[in-house]
């Protein structure tokens, strides 16, 4: 019998609706008053950026309240390589070389005492280390270069697993055979010097790439008997060198005291620490994380309370009350890497370059960056390397080459239809059969991004098939897969692992690096023997200005194959409290710097 | 004293005419008495005309928006989002608003009513089709007949559709299974539906035919030399079209929730197809920023569901007067 409490109920359900609706009410005009932010790279005006702020002059002590709505992947030094995990490893690790806050390619020595000696041959790197670094407790004792020797050793170990040192170390001799024990190439020849050893002139990407967290001493006499098992289980005894440490109880176990997965971290002072032996001002005393919540509910805390900063992206919503409410308690990190729709280049239509070419003329690159949060946070990609990057500006800067396909970022359907007829489509129309495969992230914004991608590619003729799928299944069941023959993927992005332009361009677009078995990270299966031949030989170059020049070359010619089609350089957007005086850095994607951060 | 019809009767003689035309009692069908009942039922009167209008508006989409003057529920505008990307609010051009993509949000929520009516209704046949089958024919059989269609619906009850569906489309997201039969789209909601309610259905067909079978017509009817079929499908399906009809009006609101959940869920119905389901998940992130785009789309579903359960309580008043209050 239907009782009045059916209608009671949707009478309260739609009343929450209407509710709830009129709570989160803004402008329906949605033009904003406030000043658009600038194209081209430009921070707008009462915005913070890395390059304008003061690295010295803090107030020293007290404690910072971090929210993350991420947790952490890799704490382990020997095996990090996500954003997020760098917060706390550029904080309690010393690499051989770190980038301070206001640069993403002049390293400054860290735990090496100057810059490395080269032999002439590109084969043989010497590199001195600092003396009176201390280990956290309970190791105490000083740093060596044994230690830098068993932290290089250990990353192939594979219970460490270190999922990208080949990329970068393979030419140290004997390191692509090593399986954890010694490395032939890695030497302490005495307590303070550490050479390695190339057998190929390739000592420029190794030096760059010694500013990874791999590269921070580890002492083999107590991590040993933990990276025996299976996983390695150092990390949840890691000591430290850095200004701060993970809390430990008194036998040195990190975790489930200083770490406690998914929901809180606890930075302390390393008491070993002696800033005379730093660059680092280290003016907080603790840093307290909270990892979980909701992203729009953390975003809004912080900028409306005390002693707090996000260290993951802001949502949306967060970002556009910050932009205009709270402005002064915003920071913009440019050269927080570049976000592209991968295009299959070995099978399928896009084999075709001018198939290419016209899918790279129709997109709207503008629009796709709306759907990414403007220009606040985007800049229009034209080419590959980004701003801060060795070989930038030569490769184009930001207006990039001067190709038609290039030249309207808003799409321009008749250059389209111009290398439609090109390849072969008399009407400028694909009148192929077969069904395209795009696959997307489906969470927001990308998903957007997917969805415009997908018109786009039916305005030009073609038959699609979209899936969204999660952001991780994306990358490990389909961009990723060789076998799996994606033909477009929307929702790729790369950030440079360092301020070098290998770091950019040689993984995501070098043939020679495609992993048929595996994870696979050249996700538009660019394989070009010209380009790739450049690149071998690009990688032999030494001095930052002119890798910068041969990787801008290379740079131009995968816009003249239009390899993929480019559309987002990204800015990295972080909040802070209003008594918070927050330094942001540039480096990989450009989130705060904890050990320059204070409280003002 | 004596006293006149008038006295007894104030209003005249017309209550004398009312005794008298009330002793000719016209028999009534259960049809008739079933359309009398429903008409006097107004609240269902409204809800079956909000089924009507939605049927409508689902078949007559593509016609609806045009004469509303709405660019397409596919159409991309992003001059309709501001600086930040986030969509603007509703206006004369937009009464509903847009979502991120600058999408119309009314034309999208008028396509989505297609979406749900298809899969609710279809679904749902489809269910009752396969419920009311098994369920006659072990209630009519009892014995191991019986005993297996109901242990059947035992094992199919235990399985959790919300996490069969997640599984599908997490396994059978890009290139489908089974050769690419199954992949997530409207047609899995189906049968994800399909597949769970009919058992509902079993079970209350079953023990109606139980009740039934035992009747004085039943026996009439095997008396005069009808077959096991006739008997089951001329002579006690008809006595099951009151209740499934009760029972399906009732469940087609539930797969509507069904298939608004899996496609918030991210495995019901692809994009850029429009689904209420996926288009209150879209709105989610955004929802302090651009409410319209959650309301709506939640207004229309939550006026559906309603429409149809009280519509089905309706008829469960009107077909079954012992129930009716």
Redesign the interface.
């Known amino acids: 019998?239907?009782s009045l409490r059916?209608?009671l109920a949707?009478a309260v359900?739609?009343a929450l609706?209407?509710a709830?609706?009129?709570c989160?009410?803004?402008?329906?005009?949605?033009?904003?008053s406030s000043s658009?932010?600038s194209s081209s790279g430009a921070i707008p005006a009462g915005v913070q950026t890395p390059t304008d702020e003061s690295l010295t002059g803090g107030k020293k002590g007290g404690t910072l309240n971090v929210e993350q709505n991420e947790d952490y992947e890799h704490l382990d030094p020997g095996q990090s390589y996500f954003s997020l995990d760098y917060d706390i490893t550029d904080a309690t690790q010393r690499s051989l070389y770190s980038y301070k806050p206001n640069t993403f390619s002049q390293a400054t020595p860290d735990m090496a005492e100057g810059e490395p000696t080269i032999s002439d041959d590109n084969k043989l790197i010497t590199i001195k280390i600092r003396k009176g670094v201390h280990f956290s407790p309970p190791v105490n004792r000083e740093v060596t270069a044994a230690d830098e020797v068993y932290a290089l050793d250990r990353i192939a170990n594979p219970n460490v697993a270190n999922p990208y040192y080949l990329g970068y170390l393979e030419s140290v001799e004997g390191m692509k055979a090593a399986k954890g024990g010694p490395v032939a190439g890695v030497k302490a020849t005495d307590k303070y010097t550490l050479q390695i050893k190339l057998t190929e002139p390739q000592a420029g990407i190794v030096v760059a790439s010694l500013v990874l967290p791999f590269s921070a001493p580890v002492p083999e006499e107590y991590a040993k008997k933990f990276d025996a098992k299976k996983p390695s289980e150092y990390v949840n005894y890691m000591v430290a060198t850095g200004p701060y440490m993970l809390k430990a109880d008194s036998s040195g176990k990190i975790l489930g005291t200083g770490y406690q997965p998914g929901k809180s971290a606890t930075l302390i002072r390393n008491p070993n620490w002696n800033a005379s032996t730093d660059f680092r001002p280290a003016y907080l005393d603790q840093i307290n994380i909270a990892i979980g919540g909701d992203a729009?509910v953390i975003g809004r805390q912080v900028l409306e309370g005390s002693h707090m900063v996000q260290t993951d992206t802001p949502?949306?919503?967060v970002?556009?009350l910050a932009?205009q409410q709270h402005r002064s308690q915003l920071q913009i990190s440019p050269g927080s890497g570049s976000r592209y729709i991968a295009i299959n280049n070995s099978n399928g239509p896009f084999t075709n370059v001018n198939l290419r070419k016209a899918f790279w003329a129709a997109t709207?690159r503008e629009?796709l960056d709306?759907?990414?949060?403007?220009?606040?946070v985007t800049d229009i990609q034209t080419h590959f390397l980004w701003t801060g990057i060795p070989g930038f500006e030569e490769a184009g800067g930001y207006p990039g080459p001067k190709v038609d396909y290039n030249e309207h970022p808003q799409g321009d359907m008749a250059v389209a239809e111009k290398y439609l007829k090109l390849a072969g489509y008399p009407s400028g129309k694909y009148t192929g059969s077969e069904t395209l495969?795009v696959?997307g992230d489906?969470s927001?914004?990308a998903?957007?991004v997917a969805?415009?991608t997908?018109?786009t590619l039916k305005t030009l003729g073609f038959k699609t098939k979209?899936?969204?799928?999660?952001h991780t299944?994306m990358y490990s069941?389909?961009c990723g897969v060789v076998s799996?023959k994606?033909d477009v993927c929307p929702n790729v992005g790369w950030v440079a692992d360092f301020g070098d332009p290998q770091a950019v361009l040689d993984v995501p677009f070098n043939g020679e690096l495609i992993v048929k078995n595996g994870t696979n990270s050249n996700w538009g299966l660019v394989n070009h023997p010209k380009i790739n031949a450049a690149m071998k030989a690009a990688s032999k170059v030494v001095g930052e200005k002119a890798r910068g020049e041969a990787w801008a070359k290379i740079d131009r010619e995968l816009v003249e194959e239009a390899v993929v089609v480019p559309y987002e350089w990204g800015k990295q957007p972080n909040i802070e409290s209003k008594d918070v005086a927050g330094v942001g850095q540039l480096w990989n994607t450009g989130t705060w710097d904890l050990s320059y951060t204070s409280l003002k | 004293m004596s006293v006149s019809a008038a006295e007894i009767f104030p209003g005249g003689t017309g209550g004398l005419d009312v005794i008298e035309a009330s002793e000719e009692i016209a028999a009534r069908s259960p049809l008739q008495l079933f359309s009398l009942d429903i008409r006097k039922d107004r609240i269902a009167m409204v809800s079956l005309a909000f089924v009507v209008f939605l049927v409508i508006v689902a078949f007559a989409a593509p016609l609806i928006v045009k004469l509303l003057g709405l660019p397409g529920p596919y159409v991309q505008n992003l001059n309709l989002t501001d600086e930040f990307g986030s969509p603007l609010g509703p206006s004369g051009a937009h009464p509903f608003g847009v979502d991120q993509l600058g999408e119309d949000v009314m034309a999208r929520v008028i396509y989505g009513t297609r979406v749900s009516l298809e899969v609710g209704v279809v679904g749902t046949a489809i269910a009752s089709v396969i419920g009311v089958s098994f369920g006659i024919v072990a209630g009519f059989y009892r014995g191991w007949v019986d005993t297996l269609l109901s242990r059947t619906v035992d094992v199919v009850l235990s399985i959790p559709v919300l996490l069969l569906g997640l599984g599908i489309g997490a396994a059978c997201a890009v290139r489908g299974c089974l050769g690419g039969t199954i992949s997530p789209g409207t047609s899995v909601i189906i049968f994800l539906i399909a597949l769970v309610n009919w058992t509902y259905i079993f079970r209350i067909v079953r023990g109606l035919v139980l009740s039934l079978r035992e009747r004085e017509f039943v026996d009439a009817s095997r008396a005069l030399g009808a077959s096991n079929a006739r008997i089951m499908f001329r002579e006690i399906l008809p006595n099951l079209v009151a209740p499934v009809i009760v029972y399906a009006t009732l469940l087609i609101p539930l797969n509507i929730l069904l298939e608004a959940s899996l496609s918030f869920l991210g495995v019901g119905v692809r994009p850029p197809t429009a689904s209420w389901g996926q288009m209150i998940a879209a709105a989610t992130p955004i929802f302090n920023t651009a409410w319209w785009y959650m309301a709506f789309p939640g207004i229309a579903l939550l006026l559906t569901v309603l429409a149809f359960n009280l519509l089905g309580d309706g008829l469960r008043d009107a077909l079954n007067p012992r129930t009716a209050r």
């Not at chain 1, 989160?24 to 904003?32: A, P, V």
């Not at chain 1, 979209?466 to 999660?470: A, F, I, M, Q, S």
């Open positions: 019998m239907r059916t209608i949707a359900a739609g609706i209407l709830l609706a009129a989160g009410s803004s402008s329906s005009s949605g033009s904003s658009s932010a729009n949502a949306s919503p970002l556009k932009f709207d629009a709306k759907l990414r949060g403007g220009k606040l495969q696959v489906s927001p914004p998903n957007n969805e415009a997908n018109e979209l899936n969204l799928v999660e299944v069941k389909y799996e994606i």
